[in-house]
């Protein structure tokens, strides 16, 4: 925290001095000028600054990418082994609090956490028609952010309606996880009573969105009750359904479409570079999915990351439609198309199709950095799935559950012949196991591992009491001076 603040310090610092040299020079006339302090003065600089804090959304792709590594899912891949050592080192669970990956998802998100306190912290100061709608979205965006955090390190610092400053990390302690998804709990029940059913763009959260999120926060914490009653809420609205068809979820047309209840937007309109992945409008995550070499139709290539493993593909039964549409078996495509491939490190002969590169955008830039493909980060499948097991594990409603688990099923296979009938605790395994099938590729499986005690029998290398969070970043714990004490293990 402290790191990223320091470089906006110098640099304001940097700006004084300039400006008091040129003074001796030049008797300038006093001219507009505006500081974090005097904004917020119209309805546009609430707008402009809520879509600052949309916009950090983009960098979630490294979460969503380490999800995947980081479970029984994937392979980190790349070209070496030393191709992006902090993904390498995740995926062998020997990640260390020197791991630059790790520092960009704590950078970011609380970035993400900045940029919509910042809002809150001057909502009193200009009143206009529609700003509880604006209001409402900063709550559900710090709550998402706060969510991302608390998965993956535990304790984090919160400060309320107010931005960081420097020496808060001194001071601040790192607040429980009690209190963190009570912070979460709050933000979203504040969203779910502002935002609409629909929202006013494309992208933006709505009611259904915050009711998800707030679900899955239950969910994580083991309160089956109030997820399951939050999250049917979501299922009863009637505002959102399965897709017909799977194989169209993660195509072009398939953005935005009716069985989506959050997407992270992003686009192909301007270009990017890896001197600032972050400031990426597309979506980066895509072109390290990408088939390394790849010369061939519908796709275009990449740098062969987060490579599916044999036993995730062979999980899904046979007639489920959702194993080709999700995972691309490289070798099968290339004798039915004549595509060629090249073969990258730890190479498994299988690609994360949902988000591979597809031809057809406008390759700005850097044509791997600049993907438009949206990720789907909370779909109306895993708002099913989610109640089921909510459902289940609290023993509320196992004939609910199964009805939940069987929607999902019957869109795979296009019937009711794969229907489960199980109860208790062979139903809880079913549901589970189709989270994987169904979400497999999006980011989940790691923490649904983690938050349901399963890691440790699933992921090789993983130690229990020890991976359940990954390490707070080291220059973090040094700039704390004693204040913040590392996670366990590392």
């Known amino acids: 925290m402290k790191s990223f603040l320091q470089k906006i310090g110098i640099v304001l610092l940097v700006l004084t001095l300039s400006t008091a040299c040129e003074k001796e020079f030049i008797d300038r006339a006093p001219v507009y000028s505006i500081d974090s302090e005097n904004y917020f003065n119209s309805e546009d600089d609430y707008n402009n600054a809520l879509i600052a804090a949309y916009d950090i959304l983009q960098s979630t792709y490294v979460n969503v990418l380490l999800g995947e590594i980081a479970s029984d899912n994937t392979l980190c891949g790349g070209e070496s082994a030393t191709d992006v050592v902090g993904f390498q080192q995740i995926d062998d669970m020997i990640h260390t609090p020197v791991n630059s990956n790790l520092r960009d998802v704590w950078n970011w998100m609380f970035a993400g956490v900045s940029r919509a306190s910042y809002i809150l912290e001057f909502q009193d100061k200009t009143d206009f028609p529609g700003k509880a709608q604006i209001l409402a979205e900063a709550h559900f965006l710090r709550a998402y952010y706060h969510f991302e955090l608390v998965k993956w390190f535990g304790p984090i610092p919160l400060k309320g309606d107010e931005r960081f400053a420097i020496g808060d990390e001194t001071r601040i302690p790192r607040s429980p996880v009690s209190d963190v998804y009570a912070a979460i709990e709050e933000d979203l029940q504040f969203a ?7 929202a006013p763009q494309t ?12 679900g899955k926060a239950y969910l994580y914490q083991d309160k089956f009750a109030e997820a399951a009653t939050v999250l049917q809420e979501v299922i009863n609205s009637g505002l959102y359904e399965l897709e017909p068809d799977y194989s169209v979820i993660f195509e072009p047309q398939g953005q935005n479409g009716v069985g989506s209840v959050f997407e992270v937007q992003y686009s192909d309109a301007e270009g990017a ?5 972050q400031c990426s409008e597309g979506n980066v995550a895509v072109g390290f999915n990408g088939i390394r070499n790849y010369v061939g139709p519908e796709f275009d290539s990449g740098f062969s990351f987060n490579v599916p493993v044999q036993e995730a593909y062979d999980a899904y039964e046979p007639g489920d439609s959702r194993r080709d549409n999700a995972i691309l078996n490289i070798n099968a495509w290339a004798e039915e198309t004549g595509a060629t491939f090249g073969t990258g490190y730890e190479h ?4 994360n ?9 406008s390759n700005i830039g850097d044509q791997n950095l600049t993907n438009p493909n949206n990720y789907r980060a909370i779909r109306y499948a895993d708002v099913l799935l ?3 097991e909510a459902l289940n594990r609290g023993n509320i409603d196992d004939e609910l559950a199964r009805e939940y688990l069987n929607r999902v099923r019957r869109r795979a296979f296009g019937d009711m012949d794969h229907e489960i009938s199980a ?9 589970l196991a189709e989270r994987r099938l169904e979400l497999v590729g999006e980011g989940h ?15 090789e290398g993983f130690q229990e009491g020890k991976h359940e969070l990954f390490p707070v970043p080291f220059e973090e714990i040094q700039f704390s001076n004693g204040n913040w004490e590392q996670n366990p293990g590392y």
């Open 192 to 198: 779910v009573e502002n935002l609409a059913d629909v």
């Open 203 to 214: 992208g933006r959260a709505t009611k259904g969105a915050a009711q998800a999120l707030l």
């Open 273 to 277: 570079g890896f001197g600032c992945l």
């Open 348 to 351: 498994t002969g299988f690609f």
């Open 353 to 361: 199709r949902k988000y591979l590169p597809r031809k057809g955008d």
């Open 386 to 388: 989610m109640a089921a």
């Open 423 to 431: 109860s208790g605790g062979a139903l809880t395994d079913f549901i």
């Open 445 to 459: 499986r790691f923490f649904d591992l983690v938050r349901t005690g399963r890691a440790a029998e699933a992921i």
